[in-house]
């Protein structure tokens, strides 16, 4: 079946953010007296701060104290400190472009709030290329439940079987899947192929997705 569109993530897919973002996690919570290794943070990169903290600590949520102090600074550090540090994955902007010029409708869906989004687009280069977005305020759980992927279909009036979704976790595989929607993995997340196996395809970086982009579910217009 030929693809109208493709749901694209941006944190470790358009931008190498993992370990950033889950150091920023071990400083917030260690601000707060909740001791937590980089090693085990890392792993959970993909989920959103409303499922990763409780996740870690069953007493925390991201709509109480300290919880929502946790996730305000572990996003001030992200978008402040370590901004200097992010980086745009190999070959991002030249994908989007890619996508765009084959006609396909790209919308981002992202537990990112707005703020960090624009953050990581501007990051990526895309800023001018991806102006359809959906963000953490567009769901109410975030990955891997699957309301991001679902409120983006419905924003772009796009159905499941004739998209893909291009990402880097296997939180987002899981959240694709919830919502009947395939996914191309890249493992510039950080991730192993076995933690990526749920995906149809799996390359480096956006880069090797284009240098293989006609023998790619893309190119091929079909979801296999």
Same mark, same amino acid.
């Given at each position: 079946?030929?693809?109208?569109?493709?749901?694209?993530?941006?944190?470790?897919?358009?931008?190498?953010?993992?370990?950033?973002? /889950?150091? %920023?996690?071990?400083? %917030?919570?260690?601000?707060?007296?909740?001791?937590?290794?980089?090693?085990?943070?890392?792993?959970?990169?993909?989920?959103?701060?409303?499922?990763?903290?409780?996740?870690?600590?069953?007493?925390?949520?991201?709509?109480?104290?300290?919880?929502?102090?946790? %996730?305000?600074?572990?996003?001030?550090?992200?978008?402040?400190?370590?901004?200097?540090?992010?980086?745009?994955? /190999?070959? $991002?902007?030249?994908?989007?472009?890619?996508?765009? $010029?084959?006609?396909?409708?790209?919308?981002?869906?992202?537990?990112?709030?707005?703020?960090?989004?624009?953050?990581?687009?501007?990051? %990526?280069?895309?800023?001018?290329?991806?102006?359809?977005?959906?963000?953490?305020? #567009?769901?109410?759980?975030?990955? *891997?439940?699957?309301?991001?992927?679902?409120?983006?279909?419905?924003?772009?009036?796009?159905?499941?079987?004739?998209?893909?979704?291009? /990402?880097?976790?296997?939180?987002?595989?899981?959240?694709?899947?919830?919502?009947?929607?395939?996914?191309?993995?890249?493992?510039?997340?950080?991730?192993?192929?076995?933690?990526?196996?749920?995906?149809? /395809?799996?390359?480096?970086?956006?880069? #090797?997705?284009?240098?293989?982009?006609?023998?790619? *579910?893309?190119?091929?217009?079909?979801?296999?």
């Amino acid at each position: 079946m030929a693809l109208d569109g493709v749901v694209l993530d941006i944190d470790g897919t358009l931008v190498l953010s993992n370990d950033i973002h /889950a150091q %920023a996690w071990v400083e %917030a919570f260690a601000n707060h007296g909740y001791d937590v290794s980089f090693e085990q943070v890392r792993p959970l990169m993909g989920m959103g701060g409303d499922q990763l903290m409780p996740h870690l600590f069953t007493e925390l949520s991201d709509e109480a104290e300290p919880g929502k102090t946790i %996730a305000s600074e572990h996003k001030e550090l992200v978008l402040n400190k370590y901004r200097p540090q992010l980086k745009p994955t /190999a070959g $991002a902007r030249e994908l989007v472009e890619k996508l765009l $010029a084959a006609d396909l409708h790209v919308i981002v869906a992202t537990s990112a709030s707005d703020r960090e989004l624009g953050v990581m687009l501007k990051v %990526a280069e895309v800023e001018d290329l991806l102006t359809e977005t959906t963000t953490s305020g #567009d769901a109410e759980n975030s990955k *891997p439940a699957p309301d991001i992927v679902q409120a983006a279909l419905e924003k772009a009036q796009l159905a499941p079987d004739r998209v893909v979704m291009l /990402a880097d976790t296997p939180y987002d595989i899981e959240a694709a899947g919830k919502a009947g929607v395939k996914v191309i993995a890249v493992r510039s997340g950080g991730f192993s192929d076995q933690d990526l196996a749920g995906a149809i /395809a799996i390359y480096d970086d956006p880069a #090797d997705l284009l240098h293989h982009y006609d023998r790619s *579910p893309l190119g091929q217009t079909a979801v296999v």
